[in-house]
Structure formats: C-alpha cells, structure tokens
C-alpha cells in the first residue's frame, strides 16, 4: 500500500456509540494530523502529532480523542458525539520541521465520511 | 475577519475557458501558499505552491501571489472536464507547521 489510508470510509454511529478512525501513512512521515472538513467551512486542523507526541490540540472537545501508538499509525477515538459532529474526517501526514523551511506539504488520505444520527 | 477567504461558489465553465480562481488573506506574515485540489470522495492533494510574491507555471496551471494586496490566484488555461474538482488554498508562516485553509471553490468545467 502507499500513501495515506484511512478506514472504515464511512461511518454511522448513534450518539451513545463508541468508536474509532484508524490512519496509516506509508510515507515515512514523521508528523500526523486529523482534519475535519464540513461543507461550507475551511478545513479545520484538530489535532498533529509529531514524532508520537502531541503538538497541536485545536480546542476540540473531549468525545474526540487521538492516539499516535507510533509514527505510521494515528488514531480517532469517538464518544458521545453529536449530530453537529457529522462531517469527513481527513487524516494526512508530512515531514515534521525542524525549525527549517518546509512547504508544508500535506498528503491526505481520501477521508472517513462520519454520520451522528 | 476570517484569516483566508475563499469565494465557495460554485463555479461552472465551458471546456477550453479560461479559469481564475481567488483568495484573500488577512496576515502579512503569511509566507507559503499554496493550491491544493479536491476531487469528489477524494482527499485534498497539492497542486501547486509558491514561496513569497511572484509567479509560478505548471503546464496549464498559474500561481500567482500579490503580498501587497494580500491576494494570490490559481489561473487555469484549457480547462478540461478533469479539471472539475474543489480548489482549496492554503497559507502558512515561514517555520510554522500550521496551514490555514480557505473554504474551497467548487469548479465544474463543462464539455
């Protein structure tokens, strides 16, 4: 496989259901992130990891809880959410930087399609 | 104000127009920018991006950044219906991780 994976591609989950994004990079990326992209709104950065750690939580609430176990594989544990919740989630990775120039590029995979009914 | 706008659209064209593509930004700071295309059910992929002012081609596709007017264009030329997608820019600071994104323009090139 190469690239950016994410799975399942869509999900519908009722608001007391529990579960889980799963992401994998096979780019030998060293920096992840979660996207969530609803219409009509810019994409909105949620979470980015570097190297494993955390670097980045965009104020998002707590039914929303990532893990990075390593650096090809990240995470999005779903609790409680609600309706206004539904969106695609977008998983991409990059370069982590250095404190030195980078273009920023990021690769997406092609996203989870979450419904909260 | 938002950081990056980004008129949503839709915009529909005849195939072989000519397509102009915009988006502001409030942050003087901003250093890369970049285009990034969205085809349906797909996840965003780089199209093109430009460091600074100035101009860059990519066979069909221009990149141009006005940083005095805070303002930075894609131009496609003979636009094919594989063209048709949402084209979303985005913009960092120089060393910063974070890309701001506008709001996506959604083009349909008709045949």
């Known amino acids: 496989e190469t690239g950016v994976t994410q799975t399942p591609r869509h999900l519908v989950m009722g608001m007391t259901n529990k579960k889980s994004l799963k992401c994998e990079q096979h780019?030998?990326?060293?920096?992840m992130y979660w996207y969530k992209q609803s219409a009509k709104k810019p994409l909105e950065l949620m979470f980015v990891?570097?190297?494993?750690?955390?670097?980045e939580n965009n104020s998002v609430p707590s039914r929303f809880s990532p893990e990075c176990p390593n650096s090809s594989h990240l995470f999005l544990h779903l609790h409680t959410l609600q309706p206004e919740d539904s969106a695609l989630y977008l998983c991409?990775?990059?370069?982590?930087?250095?404190?030195?120039?980078?273009?920023?590029?990021?690769?997406f995979g092609e996203g989870s399609r979450l419904t909260v009914l | 104000q938002k950081e990056v706008e980004q008129d949503p659209g839709p915009l529909s064209v005849p195939e072989g127009a000519i397509v102009s593509l915009n988006c502001t930004y409030s942050n003087s700071a901003f250093q890369y920018f970049m285009w990034y295309r969205q085809y349906s059910r797909k996840g965003p992929e780089l199209l093109m991006y430009t460091y600074s002012s100035g101009n860059k081609e990519d066979g069909r596709f221009t990149a141009q950044v006005d940083k005095s007017s805070k303002y930075i264009s894609l131009f496609i030329r003979d636009s094919q219906p594989s063209d048709s997608a949402t084209y979303l820019c985005a913009m960092k600071l120089q060393g910063a991780q974070k890309l701001v994104f506008g709001q996506g323009t959604r083009l349909t090139i008709n045949p």
């Open positions: 991409a990775s990059s370069q982590a930087l250095a404190g030195g120039p980078n273009t920023g590029e990021l690769f």
């Open positions: 780019l030998g990326h060293n920096a």
């Open positions: 990891y570097n190297f494993k750690e955390q670097t």
